[in-house]
Each structure stands twice: as C-alpha cells, then as structure tokens.
T-cell receptor, first 114, second 112 residues
Framework: GAVVSQHPSWVICKSGTSVKIECRSLDFQATTMFWYRQFPKQSLMLMATSNEGSKATYEQGVEKDKFLINHASLTLSTLTVTSAHPEDSSFYIC??????????FGPGTRLLVL | QKEVEQNSGPLSVPEGAIASLNCTYSDRVSQSFFWYRQYSGKSPELIMSIYSNGDKEDGRFTAQLNKASQYVSLLIRDSQPSDSATYLCAVNSQGGSEKLVFGKGTKLTVNP
C-alpha cells in the first residue's frame, strides 16, 4: 500500500502562535503533495499543491504568507500556519501522489486555536 | 469551472442490500476517476480508481464509468454497517494539472 503519516494528529494553540504540521510518505516517494482543509460537515478544500524542491502553488483565496509550505524532500512536506487565529481551526489533511494521479491521504491534523 | 456533482444524501440502505452512489463531472477531457471513503472524523481512504469505460470490480465494490455521459458510479454489494460513511467522488483535472476535483460527497448509512 501507500502510507502517508501526519504529525501531530492534534494541536491546540493560542491565538497568534504558529503551528507546523508535517506530512510524510512512508513507503513511496511523493514528488507532489497536496494540502487540504476541511471544516465540519463540509467538503475537502484544496489549499495548495507542493512539489519537491520548488515553491508551492496556492489555490485562489489561500494566503501564501499565512500558510507556509515547504517540500524539502521526496518524503516530507510541511505546512506552517503562521499567526493562527480561531478561524483557522480546522482539519488539515495532506496527500501524496504516488502514481498517475492517485492520491493517498494522511490521517489529518486537527487544529484548535483558542 | 470544472465541477463534480454528487447527491449529498443521506442514502440509507438495509444491511445486505446494494448501495448505488452516483457522480457526474463537467470536464469532458477528464481521464482519471476515484472513489474515496471518509468515515466521520477521519481522512479519506482510497477505495477504487477507474480510467476506462465500463466496470471495474474489487471485492464488494464495483466502479462504473461512462465517459460519453460523464458519469461514474460506485456499487457496494452486500452492504455492511461498517460501510456507513461519506463517499467522495474525485476526478482528475486535466490540462497539465495534477489536482483532483472532489465532489461534496454522499453520506451512506447501512442499517442493521
């Protein structure tokens, strides 16, 4: 199979702090990783596409200076939510692209900003 | 704008029945189609991928693709309560993009 891990699974932080979420492909190399956000009872929303060694491509309406993405290796991408506010509280999910267009999702990270 | 449409449900079926989930897409040149299952509070899990017209079977799951009608479906035979989840249809967005376009999902409940 294709396994993607995320760390941490849960994070609670104070408003104004920054939070880093790691996404790792454990048994395959992911040249492309994707970051999604999902609010309760809503569908997945793609935030950005991350390619190894290059700048991420952000979807319209997603602030690139607020959601910093780094894809330093073929197995690791990180998302940093800078100066987090309560409205950033959400379920953040990454996925890695293994073959063709197939994406395998990580287990997600729940962020709660107080 | 490329769109993927699914009935939001909820779709309720008795245990042992066939559950039929449907999806239509707007981008005629789409080539790759996926079904993901998402349990409440969890991330999506890949169930099936299909690339050619016709049926593709994997255990109790059958994906059906009709590119002429821009329609893809998922049949779940012998439905089990553990199949209760939201099912997401995803379509590859062509034009050099690697992105998947997701439908909003259909919530399935299998009643014991």
């Amino acid at each position: 199979g294709a396994v993607v891990s995320q760390h941490p699974s849960w994070v609670i932080c104070k408003s104004g702090t920054s939070v880093k979420i790691e996404c790792r492909s454990l048994d395959f190399q992911a040249t492309t990783m994707f970051w999604y956000r999902q609010f309760p009872k809503q569908s997945l929303m793609l935030m950005a596409t991350s390619n190894e060694g290059s700048k991420a491509t952000y979807e319209q309406g997603v602030e690139k200076d607020k959601f910093l993405i780094n894809h330093a290796s073929l197995t690791l991408s990180t998302l940093t939510v800078t100066s987090a506010h309560p409205e950033d509280s959400s379920f953040y999910i990454c996925s890695g692209r293994r073959t063709q267009e197939t994406q395998y999702f990580g287990p997600g990270t729940r962020l709660l900003v107080l | 704008q490329k769109e993927v449409e699914q009935n939001s449900g909820p779709l309720s079926v008795p245990e042992g029945a066939i559950a039929s989930l449907n999806c239509t897409y707007s981008d005629r040149v789409s080539q790759s189609f996926f079904w993901y299952r998402q349990y409440s509070g969890k991330s999506p899990e890949l169930i099936m991928s299909i690339y050619s017209n016709g049926d593709k079977e994997d255990g109790r799951f059958t994906a059906q693709l009709n590119k002429a009608s821009q329609y893809v479906s998922l049949l779940i035979r012998d439905s089990q309560p553990s199949d209760s989840a939201t099912y997401l249809c995803a379509v590859n967005s062509q034009g050099g993009s690697e992105k998947l376009v997701f439908g909003k999902g259909t919530k399935l409940t299998v009643n014991p």
